[in-house]
């Protein structure tokens, strides 16, 4: 699963990797909004410009290769938030299958055409509960680790199936519990691990590759999502003699959630309302109204809380709904929500945020969108608000930065500008 390769030497002072852990967070809540502007301009732009060329153009492939690209930027910025629990989780009841076969061709493309990828689905699957985000992530990674231990080819198999866990096999493997469990099994032909090398598979920061080539996060973030959920990571791996990783997951008995229609998942809504985009950032800003603009709806634009009220008081026309930056210099977006719907109690308010440090402030009325954005998800949680019959509606209990914690963000974003 990885090459064996020595590159990192398990630090022995708790204390040091108590400093560790401390500056990963501090990392992760720093960098995942200004890195999470830039995916969210390079995904948007992506977005229009492949609408425009259409599947058979010349350039198209070109352009999937840069989305492509901006999508492996968010999943890393994912594993910082996830490992350190401030990523935004949606788990619902989900069938493993479609998950895994939905992003095949993407694995593909990411190990490389020297290394055969097979996907096999048990065709009777019990149902887990999780965000698919988080399932698509876990792959990934554990496809990397498989194709970084295979550099010159090999074959990798992925499959589900499901396991039973007796009372003898959980006290082995604590704190698993005896149970029925849905797995996702990675197997690879690659040059495998030793004893000592597996013993510290799941630590922060611990990689086997040589410096530069891995961060050393992924299995630390996997094994992290896993035991959130419930679960167990179980790894069976010898020298030259490949790796196989067991992912077991809790079987529910609950009903799966309900589809998006494949229209909401392939075709953006279209609209003729008016909205204010409230965004500090220039690139975010434009790619963002240049979305809205191409589905019809007329696009108000502020860069910052100030000037957001200057338009409202400007307008005395019906302003729809309200697109704002969680964190921006000076007025944070949250207390321009409160400001501005003094005189505009109805207005729909949408937060976009690609800041980290979460807690719950539901009773405001919101709904969320962490960043990076896509067009198509971005259009129909647009349309969703517009076409509520209250303000509010689908965003009843939103995770978003506290007005303390927003403020505090927001001065100190202000003052990167300013340097």
């Given amino acids: 699963m990885m090459s064996v390769t020595p590159g990192y030497a398990p630090a022995t002072d708790a204390r040091r990797e108590a400093h560790k852990l401390e500056a990963l967070g501090r990392l992760a809540g720093g960098v995942a909004h200004d890195f999470n502007n830039l995916l969210t301009a390079v995904r948007l732009y992506c977005d229009l410009l492949l609408a425009g060329l259409g599947p058979d153009h010349a350039l198209w492939r070109h352009a999937e290769e840069i989305r492509l690209a901006s999508d492996r930027g968010a999943a890393l910025i994912q594993q910082l938030l996830a490992f350190e629990r401030k990523q935004v989780a949606e788990p619902k009841v989900l069938a493993l299958n479609p998950v895994l076969t939905g992003i095949q061709s993407m694995l593909t493309r990411l190990i490389g055409e020297h290394i055969n990828l097979s996907v096999r689905c048990s065709p009777k699957l019990g149902n887990v509960k999780a965000d698919p985000f988080q399932i698509e992530q876990l792959a990934v990674n554990l496809a990397l680790n498989a194709r970084d231990a295979m550099p010159q080819g090999g074959s990798l198999v992925i499959r589900t199936i499901e396991l039973h866990v007796d009372a003898k096999q959980a006290r082995r493997r604590p704190p698993l519990r005896p149970g029925h469990y849905v797995t996702i099994e990675i197997t690879d032909s690659g040059s495998g691990m030793d004893a000592k090398t597996r013993s510290h598979l799941f630590e922060p920061f611990f990689t086997t590759k040589a410096n530069g080539r891995g961060h050393g996060l992924g299995l630390a973030t996997a094994n992290e999502i896993v035991t959130h959920l419930g679960g167990a990571i179980w790894v069976d791996s010898h020298i030259g003699k490949g790796t196989r990783v067991r992912v077991l997951l809790p079987r529910v008995q609950a009903k799966l959630a309900i589809e998006l229609p494949r229209a909401r998942r392939e075709a953006a809504p279209r609209g003729s309302e ?54 921006m210099p000076g007025m944070s977006g949250l207390e321009l929500v409160t400001r501005i719907r003094q005189s505009r109690p109805q207005m729909r308010v949408l937060c976009i945020s690609g800041y980290g440090k979460q807690i719950n402030v539901g009773p405001i009325g919101v709904a969320l969108l962490p960043k990076p954005l896509s067009a198509i998800p971005l259009a129909w949680k647009v349309r969703e608000l517009l076409d509520a019959e209250e303000p509010g509606i689908g965003g009843a209990a939103v995770v978003l930065p506290d007005a303390q914690t927003a403020a505090t963000a927001s001065k100190n974003h202000n003052r990167r500008k300013t340097c």
């Fill in 274 to 327: 008016t909205l204010l985009l409230v965004e500090d950032d220039s690139a975010v800003r434009d790619s963002v109204s240049g979305v809205l603009r191409q589905c019809g709806y007329d696009v108000l634009t502020a860069s910052s809380g100030k000037d957001a009220l200057r338009v409202s008081r400007r307008r005395p026309a019906p302003i729809h709904l309200l697109l704002v930056d969680v964190v």
